[in-house]
RNA sequence: GCCCCCGUAGCCCAACCGGCAGAGGCAGGCCCCUUAAAAGGGUCCCAGUGUGGGUUCGAAUCCCACCGGGGGCACCA
């Protein structure tokens, strides 16, 4: 039982070539590659025979790994490992017979669940036994020089948040795809990095514990465990050496370390980069750099002077308005605020309140991180929707003196061209200046519509606030009908003197600009409603184009009514108007051009306490102190109570308390940090969940050193710019896989950090992920009754009614299908776990990769898995005797037909597996496989074709893939390579038939060599009988000839 | 309201740069194997590409309009 029936011979077929290293490496001539085969490859370029063998993939297991501390990933199965112990016997790979009882008894190796889960098994044991999948680097506890080749491979999925609920079918679609992906590109010689691990911090766990006393640790790592487990007997090819959970103490203490580096750093506009921040320092006490304040460095105190560089910092504290959810117990960023005003998580409104908390400098990317994604090979609509949500626009700004008033209004407008237009002006109702415009008394002739009835502007200014204040984002949204209320001022238009009245309403955002608009009625539609409402004055200044019957004309068009002793705008475009009236606005420091973006700094604070603890402690001046790095890192107490201080969901005037606050041994500390000992309280808010994410793929590259947060050498490595990809290269991860839903906030956060360790020179690279690539989701089938209760999907039954229709039931009554997610609460989880036990992982992993595209979304059906049951059983049973378990292959000579299907396969599978294309690649083999069934089926299907057959399949099945593989009489693993390469001459055929199409329909077909010159082609069309006949003697008007493809007469 | 993506067989999906609409799977019909069963073997069937125009010798593919589905943004000055 030891070995194959067959001899452990390669193959004595010379027409195959292989590309990449392994055993059965017999070149004939020089190896092309996969390119040769006119595959587009230019994402994945190689030349493969150049290739360094890799060492550790073949020989005896990687001395690292075994049992030792390297292998903390599926550390609960080693156990299991030992049992098979299948490091030491190579010979073992006749599949044992497992004792399912499903198999029929005749046929005992017949390829079904409970073979295919023994061979899973084993595989995955000596896969980690053997450490197949260890990337090596160019230095560090694993460097290996012979093994870093000149093509690396950065492949990356967006790592899971550990869940208490564990995997279903839909998660692991985008780490199957990377899988497949990775094992190609290792088959055809790449040296691929590939690593999984987990985002664990976060509110889950937290509130787990808050109900249960649990400690989110222990919570955290039991799901990681569970976690790693599914995805172990799913076969994913991951150096397991690499994994980091953001949760690990070893690894939230560079978390915190970046946090510093960003801490004491500031942004130079002048260099548009980030600089330590005591470059600043020496800046101000040099004199270079004048003082707020114009006094001289050393005339400020020392907390004065810590003041002026703490406002520099990118992280600094401040105390703006924030989101405060007290039903949450926690302030929230922007990004985690809907649209209408609440929670992502929990769904509890948010309100707008002053706090204290830390922000992080984003905004001062704002224009890199725009710009830069043009560099990148990402969606368009990923960079689309960065784009808007950075909302970068070009205009002016412009101010409007108040009579009386010492600081004018300022305003921000994109149509610094339509000024001589404004007829009016609006501040946001949280305005600073309204208060100081607001006189005492109404004039005389004001317009009853403007007061709100009020007896004076303030009552009315402080009415219309109030009613401002309760209205919820919603009603904001639902009633868009102009309100405001008129402040009973005035300011000066400065292009025509014109007094113009100022009101206050609510459609001016105090968020963005200045929180201050000039109104344009004439040229922008919510002017125009709210003029129209308050009876104002609407000018037009730009001629609207012929025929315009709408109000507000936004269009471009030229210039009228727009002129003053000085200077005329009439007559000019929009872009030239902007330009002249800027210029005259700067001449005269009315105004100058200015870039306004959306994006606000990020509010980085949480007051949770499954986070990252901040490396901050505060003075007894009440000023924050950065530890020093020899102080981290600084990690979580023990505390007794882990939930944040949370209140009634509408209690907006309540105050935030972090649960770290109450930790106060750990919060009081006496520290020498420089000065002496002294006093300190710790920080006691903890990052946000965002923070660890934003440099995990880092990690992955060097996640032992001990030193730094990655070695530089080996950053450059994996992910540092590369020439060869023009001079805009920007470098980062190869490719990076995960749905939509991250495509603003984790995408956003993680470029900002990289720019700024770029910029600090920490980083080569000066983006995180070159490629970006969004897969579609596994959606679900969910089943509602009479009452709307879901109904278990798993049990309902599809029925065709006689007229046709379909329909479904559940216990004989019917049932409503819907079409959405998988979740527990519409009862239709199907887990990967299931579907391992009742097909195997490699019947589950070929399912989920030919239903479609990776970036298409499409519905589960369990039904439908068994189709790709019965392929692997059927190269199973090609290749292997199910009732002895050897291998039937034969030496003989494929005809030529096989050897012309075999080769389009091989050709066909490299350009569809590079570009991502596994749906079509499955059908190929599937293809393949069929003709082998038909032409050999009762026979035994040649080596030389049952070889390349199996390596192509390894990719989407590698269990099986590496059973046939070695019962073929290979010792090694496949996971290497070699891979075939597509022999020309088999993808030409000798003939060629065309279709003839007369007036573009096909009417005949003629046959004629494949090297048929387009005279030959066009005579022999001509010549063909129903050709002959269907002109009738008429002359051809035209004759298209394509090449190859096809003929078209036209009469 | 604005922007983006997608509509091909009962279902999931192929079709390279405009060139014969069909690779593959599911479901369905029939036959075979089997004591029986199917997650066995074989074989067959089904659409003319959401609708209407246009460009072209030729359109699933390019353009326009509309319909349907999905997603994003939403008083951003």
Avoid at 39 to 56: E, G, H, I, K, Y
Avoid at 407 to 436: C, K, N, Q, S, W
Avoid at 469 to 478: I, N, P, V
Avoid at 862 to 883: A, I, Y
Wanted: proline share 7%.
């Amino acid at each position: 039982m030891a070995t194959s029936a067959t001899p452990a011979s390669t193959s004595s077929e010379p027409r195959i070539r292989w590309s990449g290293s392994g055993t059965a490496t017999r070149v004939g001539e020089p190896d092309r590659g996969p390119t040769a085969t006119g595959a587009t490859l230019d994402r994945w370029p190689t030349d493969s025979s150049s290739r360094p063998r890799r060492t550790s993939s073949t020989g005896a297991a990687d001395p690292s790994c075994p049992s030792g501390r390297g292998v903390f990933w599926f550390s609960g199965r080693l156990e299991t490992s030992q049992e098979w112990d299948m490091s030491t016997d190579t010979t073992a790979a006749v599949p044992r017979r497992a004792d399912g009882g499903a198999d029929d008894a005749a046929l005992p190796y017949r390829y079904g669940a409970p073979l295919a889960a023994e061979i899973e098994r084993r595989w995955q044991d000596r896969w980690a036994a053997e450490g197949t999948f260890h990337a090596p680097n160019p230095s560090g506890p694993w460097a290996d020089p012979a093994g870093i080749g000149g093509d690396k491979v950065y492949l990356l999925d967006m790592f899971p948040y550990p869940s208490g609920s564990g995997l279903h079918v839909g998660h692991p679609l985008g780490f199957i795809g990377t899988d497949v992906l990775g094992r190609y590109l290792r088959m055809t010689g790449h040296t691929v990095l590939h690593a999984m691990g987990f985002d664990a911090f976060g509110l889950p766990a937290e509130q787990y514990a808050v109900q249960t006393g649990t400690h989110p640790r222990t919570t955290t790592e039991d799901n990681i465990r569970r976690y790693k487990a599914q995805l172990r007997q799913l076969g994913l090819g991951h150096d397991e050496r690499r994994s980091v959970a953001t949760t690990d103490v070893e690894f939230y203490r560079w978390t915190q370390w970046i946090f510093l580096q960003i801490y004491n750093s500031w942004y130079d506009e002048a260099q548009q980069k980030a600089r330590p921040i005591a470059e600043l320092e020496a800046e101000y006490a040099a004199g270079t750099r004048p003082t707020p304040d114009e006094r001289s460095w050393g005339e400020l105190t020392s907390v004065e002077q810590r003041g002026v560089v703490d406002s520099h910092r990118l992280a600094y504290i401040s105390e703006a308005p924030v989101n405060w959810c007290p039903g949450l117990g926690t302030v929230l960023a922007n990004e985690e605020v809907t649209a209408d005003g609440r929670s992502e998580r929990g769904n509890f409104p948010v309100f707008r309140r002053s706090l204290k908390q830390w922000m992080m400098r984003i905004t001062a990317y704002a224009d890199r991180l725009v710009a830069d994604l043009d560099r990148l090979d990402w969606p368009d609509s990923v960079k689309a929707m960065q784009r808007n949500w950075i909302g970068r626009s070009e205009g002016a700004q412009v101010r409007f003196p108040v009579a009386g008033v010492g600081t004018p209004i300022e305003v921000f407008t994109t149509r610094p061209d339509t000024l001589f237009g404004a007829t009016y002006m609006v501040l946001a109702p949280e305005h600073p200046l309204v208060d100081a415009i607001t006189p005492e008394a109404w004039p005389s002739d004001v317009d009853a519509r403007w007061t709100g009835g009020a007896a004076t502007p303030a009552e009315a200014v402080a009415a219309y606030r109030d009613a401002a204040a309760r209205k919820s984002e919603l009603d904001r949204q639902e009633n868009r009908e102009k309100t405001g209320v008129f402040t009973g001022a005035y300011a000066t238009n400065p292009v025509n003197g014109q007094p113009i009245p100022v009101f206050v309403a609510d459609y001016v955002l105090m968020g963005y600009g200045t929180g201050a608009i000039m109104a344009v009625p004439a040229q922008d539609q919510r002017d125009w409603d709210f003029a129209t409402a308050f009876g104002l004055p609407i000018v037009r200044t730009v001629q609207p184009s012929e025929g315009w019957d709408g109000e507000a004309y936004t269009g471009d068009g030229p210039a009228i009514n727009s002129a003053n002793d000085e200077i005329s705008l009439d007559g000019l475009g929009v872009g030239e108007a902007k330009r002249a009236i800027t210029d005259w606005l700067s001449a005269r420091g009315g105004g100058e051009s200015v870039v306004q973006y959306k994006l606000r700094d990020w509010l980085f604070s949480r007051q949770r306490y499954w986070g990252e603890p901040f490396p901050i402690v505060w003075d007894a001046d009440g000023m924050p102190v950065a530890l020093p790095d020899d102080q981290l890192p600084v990690e979580l107490p023990e505390i007794d109570d882990y939930s944040p201080k949370t209140y009634a969901p509408e209690a907006a005037d309540t105050e935030p308390e972090p649960p770290l606050s109450r930790a106060s041994e750990w919060v009081e500390v006496d520290l020498d940090l420089g000065a002496g000992p002294q006093h300190y309280r710790r920080e006691t808010n903890t990052m946000p969940q965002w923070a660890g994410s934003c440099w995990y793929y880092l990690r992955y590259l060097d996640p032992e050193n001990e030193e730094r947060f990655v070695d530089p050498e080996v950053e450059q490595y994996w992910l540092g710019k590369d020439p060869a990809r023009g001079p805009a290269d920007p470098g980062g991860v190869d490719l990076y896989v995960g749905g939509v839903e991250h495509a603003v906030l984790h995408l956003l956060y993680a470029r900002f950090w990289h720019k700024v360790l770029y910029d600090l020179g920490q980083v080569s690279s000066e983006e995180p992920f070159r490629r970006l690539f969004n897969q579609g989701y596994i959606q679900a089938f969910a089943y509602t009754d009479a009452r709307g209760a879901y109904a278990p999907a798993e049990e309902v039954v599809e029925s065709t009614a006689p007229d046709g229709t379909v329909g479904f039931t559940w216990n004989g009554q019917p049932v409503r299908r819907e079409y959405g997610k998988m979740g527990k609460s519409l009862r239709n989880v199907v887990t990967p776990d299931e579907m391992c036990e009742r097909y195997g992982a490699d019947t589950f992993r070929l399912y989920e990769m030919s239903t479609g595209p990776m970036d298409v979304s499409r519905p589960w059906s369990t039904r439908d898995v068994v189709g790709s049951q019965r392929f692997l059983q059927r190269v199973w049973r090609n290749l292997v005797d199910e009732r002895t378990g050897e291998a039937r292959v034969t030496d003989a000579e494929p005809d030529v037909e096989t050897l012309r299907a075999l080769h389009r396969a091989i050709a066909g599978v490299h350009t569809d597996f590079a570009a991502l294309h596994y749906n079509t690649a499955a059908a190929k083999l599937i293809e393949l496989n069929n003709h082998l069934t038909k032409t050999y089926g009762s026979t035994g299907v040649p080596r030389s074709v049952a070889e390349p057959l199996v390596l192509m399949m390894a990719p989407l099945t590698p269990h099986v893939a590496e059973e046939l593989w070695a019962l073929l009489g290979h010792e090694g693993s496949l996971a290497h390579g070699p891979f075939p390469v597509a022999d020309e001459q088999y993808l030409v055929a000798e003939t060629v038939e065309y279709p003839i199409q007369v007036n573009g329909k096909v009417r005949s077909r003629i046959v004629v060599p494949a090297d048929a010159g387009i005279a030959t082609v066009e005579a022999a069309a001509l010549a063909e009988e129903k050709v002959v006949g269907l002109l009738d003697g008429r002359e051809p008007r035209k004759v298209i000839v394509v090449p190859g493809r096809l003929v078209n007469v036209v009469v």
